[in-house]
């Protein structure tokens, strides 16, 4: 299947500063990418759709000025945390879409915000 | 958004059957899925079905919907202790946005 890496795996900040994730399609060109937010033992909650050279469509309750999501290009997407405090500490994941394909997950991100 | 609702825990003895079970409420999905969930990894994608599939059948994975109850399981067969994980199910009636139920946690007693 596709593959979708996100980096870093694991990142560790001071509250207060910015944090950025990158989520890239390994294989294939994604039309389509996703940002999702898990809490512990919590299911996925989808935070934002971007798609290739748009602004990021964001859910409601999803802070578009702190949760900065830019999809610059077919295989790369980022999230930038601006501002981060120990309420955003989460698991980050995204998902990547190609046009009339399987959406495909990234491994995750564990941000923790000291 | 849509609801999917699992229970939250199912535990078994290694190498007996486990169902898991996922209601939803938008008849409009076209596709359902089922994802695993190891500890601190991502989702895998384990298998799906279409709207329009009664049953689907994938070595040790079988999923059953129910259109008419909205009603979606999962069935491994032979459960080992590496089944242990959480396990979500998922539907989307565009293919763009997913829902996601709030996952079970799957326990193998050895």
């Known amino acids: 299947g596709a593959v979708v890496s996100q980096h870093p795996s694991w990142v560790i900040c001071k509250s207060g500063t910015s944090v950025k994730i990158e989520c890239r399609s390994l294989?294939?060109?994604?039309?389509?990418m996703f940002w999702y937010r898990q809490f512990p033992k919590q299911s996925l909650m989808l935070m934002a759709t971007?798609?290739?050279?748009?602004?990021?469509?964001?859910e409601q309750g999803v802070e578009k000025d702190k949760f900065l999501i830019n999809h610059a290009s077919l295989t790369l997407s980022t999230l930038t945390v601006t501002s981060a405090h120990p309420e955003d500490s989460s698991f980050y994941i995204c998902?990547?879409?190609?046009?009339?394909?399987?959406?495909?997950f990234g491994p995750g991100t564990r941000l923790t915000v000291l | 958004g849509e609801d999917v609702e699992q229970s939250l825990f199912l535990s078994v003895r290694e190498g007996d059957s486990s169902v898991i079970n996922c209601t939803y409420t938008d008849s409009s999905s076209t596709y359902l899925y089922w994802y695993k969930q190891e500890p601190g990894a991502g989702l895998q994608l384990l298998t799906y079905?279409?709207?329009?599939?009664d049953m689907k059948q994938d070595q040790r994975l079988t999923v059953l919907l129910n259109k008419k109850d909205k009603h979606l399981s999962l069935r491994i067969a032979d459960t080992q202790t590496g089944d242990s994980a959480i396990y979500f199910c998922?539907?989307?009636?565009?293919?763009?946005?997913?829902?996601f139920g709030t996952g079970t946690s799957l326990t193998v007693i050895p």
């Open positions: 971007s798609n290739e050279g748009s602004k990021a469509t964001y």
């Open positions: 294989d294939f060109q994604a039309t389509t």
């Open positions: 079905i279409f709207s329009n599939m």
């Open positions: 998922a539907e989307t009636n565009t293919g763009n946005q997913f829902y």
């Open positions: 998902s990547a879409r190609e046009l009339g394909d399987w959406q495909f």
